[in-house]
């Protein structure tokens, strides 16, 4: 069986059960309930002193904070069958109400409901979903005093992978940058691999700091790279998702033929030792990565 | 040392708590002072580490524990976890407290996982060097560590694979497991998908939410005490040089945890103790390949021979060296190295569920691949 057909038994299913059973409002029409309604939705109209507004008719049956929906609810019970088949989201679409006459103060509102029709699977902006509809009616007593066509779209959020769209480079993590490091990013945006040295005996260090661990002189110096290395480790990353990338992605720690390490994306099969040189990509105007891609002439 | 841990207590351990990480905080801190026999007001000292969202004074809130004369936070995560127990049981010997509960709790499953790339984390400056260049998770910067030790020492993805399939089967005669009854076999770990080459699913650990929580006291109040003390017999932290957090890629050899040397060299000195005296091994399994590395580090076996020393069977319950005999993080639960402890624990006073005959010294470990720490802890 289709989940196609599945859904349309329960859901033919539930529509026959009709109306669930009345349910009693907490509280008879009154007026702090009126008063404070009016003042949220900015209604100055002074004529509700004796009567509800029309528009409040569901207020008066609403769950409150902890509220549950009955067990013969029949959108609850439609809603759990498309969550189980896959249509876990939802959205309101629409809600029409129809007032037979005002509600006096001190009356006591019961409300019932019944599913009207479920249409599906739709293909829809958000994704593929089932309209559900259902009809409330409002009672004093046995007279019908308001009713409502209520539609929600319950689908299945669109799946990003199926299209793979290319990732939006400016969707990447960027680095933070201080005056210790600002020099690495200002070569980069210059096309340049830069690798500090120390401005006192020369060391040169990645990634870079303020005070030489050798000689412990604070005159940070650099040199430019050749930008030409060797793969001294690689990492292959399939799960999970990275901002900006597409699994799966190479990312190497190369060797640089200057002696120190340094991390990038490699373009290319990854192995061992595989010779490599450096690649800048322009991210915006502050940003530019280096990367990997293995050597031409290797 | 002169302390002891004289109780600890857990939650349970879940992918969906439902409830809030300071309840599991309050709730293991609660279950570790029953087991010890006394209550929040003995209590004046408590240590986590951080990535832990539960205050030191929140917790104290939430137990009524009236003062507290001492309390701390260790960094760098997991690595911290046996620093815990340093720190507790330095208070308990300078007098800074004489009671100190350590404790971790988060609902790192359902609520922050930890799994995920963390892109807030790449404002640190050290990160900087990594995140933007698509290195952003635990399971990718240990899997550039272990594709060169593969590559510098022969090791094989099936040689991570088998420290999975221990874990795993100890775990399954672990009813608190959460892999209980579900033990793999290598194939199983070879089938799995690929995480972050050369790391399978199975070569990583699980994402947990739950507590636990350790209480530490001078080993002269642990005899008056109801539960068998475990001796703090030596505790030390460990960072190497040029030390990063979990991308120490620019030291010589990527084919070593230098930090854990550290550590190693501080738990042999301070305890009189060698390899060859630890009856159970608790060793830190975020990340399989981490385990062979620090099976050399400690000195158990030589350079480049985990791998050899692992297909020997040495560390099935019946083996020279027992490792992990509650499933470890990959099999019972990953609470940072916390719930390894408690595992050393019971190893000491003879109430595990794999229990290991006549144990006298646990050895356990902290996170690896950032500064880490270490425990021996004995029966008498
Ligand atoms: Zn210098």
New binding site residues.
């Given amino acids: 069986m289709t989940d196609k057909t599945a859904i349309e038994k329960e859901a033919a299913r539930i529509a026959e059960q009709g109306e669930s059973a009345p349910r009693l409002a907490r509280d008879p029409v009154n007026l702090p309930m009126i008063n404070n309604w009016l003042e949220v939705i900015g209604d100055r109209h002074p004529g509700y002193t004796e009567v509800a507004p029309p528009a409040m008719v569901q207020v008066w049956t609403m769950g409150g904070l902890h509220g549950q929906r009955a067990p013969d609810d029949p959108l609850g019970a439609m809603m759990k069958i498309l969550d189980e088949a896959g249509f876990t989201s939802v959205v309101a679409t629409n809600s029409d109400q129809t007032y037979h006459r005002y509600l006096r103060i001190g009356e006591h509102v019961s409300v019932t409901s019944s599913l009207e029709d479920v249409t599906g699977p739709k293909k829809t902006a958000l994704g593929e979903g089932w309209f559900v509809t259902t009809r409330s009616t409002w009672y004093v007593g046995d007279e019908a005093v308001a009713e409502m066509r209520f539609r929600v779209l319950k689908f299945r959020p669109a799946e990003k992978q199926e299209t793979k769209p290319e990732p939006q480079k400016a969707q990447a993590i960027r680095p933070s940058i201080n005056r210790d490091t600002e020099y690495f990013w200002e070569g980069c945006r210059n096309q340049e691999l830069r690798i500090q040295r ?6 040169l260090r990645h990634p870079p700091g303020p005070m ?6 604070t005159k940070p110096k650099y040199l430019v790279s050749d930008g030409r290395g060797v793969v001294y480790s690689y990492v292959v990353h399939h799960h999970p998702q990275v901002p900006g990338k597409q699994t799966p992605f190479v990312i190497a720690l190369v060797e640089l033929d200057e002696g120190v390490r340094m991390l990038g994306e490699l373009d290319g099969e990854p192995s061992i030792g595989l010779p490599v040189e450096v690649v800048f990509t322009k991210v915006d105007d502050e940003l530019t990565m280096p990367s990997w891609r293995p050597r031409a002439d290797r | 040392m002169n302390a002891a841990i004289v109780g600890i207590g857990a939650t349970d351990f879940s992918k969906n708590s439902g409830r809030s990480e300071l309840q599991l905080a309050a709730e293991a801190v609660s279950a570790a002072l029953r087991d010890a026999g006394l209550t929040p007001s003995d209590v004046d000292g408590l240590v986590s580490f951080t990535m832990d969202t539960n205050a030191e004074i929140a917790v104290a809130r939430e137990l009524g524990i009236p003062e507290l004369t001492f309390f701390s936070r260790v960094h760098y995560g997991g690595g911290a976890a046996c620093a815990t127990v340093q720190q507790a049981a330095m208070a308990v010997e300078t007098g800074a407290a004489k009671v100190v509960v350590c404790y971790r709790a988060f609902n790192e499953r359902s609520g922050h996982r930890f799994g995920q790339v963390q892109t807030a984390a790449a404002a640190n400056i050290d990160n900087s060097w990594s995140y933007p260049m698509g290195l952003g998770t635990p399971a990718a910067m240990v899997a550039m560590f272990a594709r060169r030790y593969m590559h510098e020492y022969g090791a094989t993805s099936e040689d991570f694979g088998r420290i999975a399939v221990i874990d795993r089967k100890h775990a399954a005669t672990n009813p608190h497991a959460w892999f209980h009854n579900r033990p793999i076999t290598l194939d199983d770990h070879q089938a799995s998908r690929w995480i972050a080459e050369p790391l399978r699913l199975l070569d990583c650990c699980q994402e947990t939410d739950g507590g636990v929580a350790l209480v530490v006291t001078s080993a002269d109040r642990a005899r008056d005490l109801p539960q068998k003390p475990a001796h703090v017999k030596a505790a030390t932290q460990g960072s190497g040089p040029d030390q990063f957090t979990m991308t120490s890629y620019y030291r010589d050899d990527l084919t070593r945890l230098p930090e854990m040397g550290v550590v190693a060299r501080g738990l042999w000195e301070r305890s009189g103790i060698g390899p060859s005296d630890v009856d159970v091994a608790v060793l830190y399994d975020h990340f399989t390949p981490f385990v062979l590395v620090q099976l050399e580090e400690l000195g158990f076996c030589g350079r480049g021979e985990a791998k050899d020393f692992v297909a020997s069977g040495a560390l099935e319950l019946d083996g020279d060296l027992p490792l992990n005999p509650h499933g470890g993080q990959l099999g019972e639960a990953y609470l940072h190295g916390m719930n390894g402890i408690a595992e050393g624990v019971r190893q000491v006073r003879g109430t595990a569920v794999n229990q290991v005959a006549d144990v006298e010294h646990v050895l356990v470990t902290a996170g690896t691949g950032v500064p880490t720490s270490g425990l021996v802890l004995g029966a008498s």
Avoid: Q, R, T, V
């Avoid at chain 1, 120390?198 to 060391?203: A, D, E, F, I, V």
């Avoid at chain 1, 030489?212 to 002189?217: M, S, W």
């Fill in positions: 120390c401005g006192g005996c020369g060391l030489c661990p050798e000689c412990g002189a």
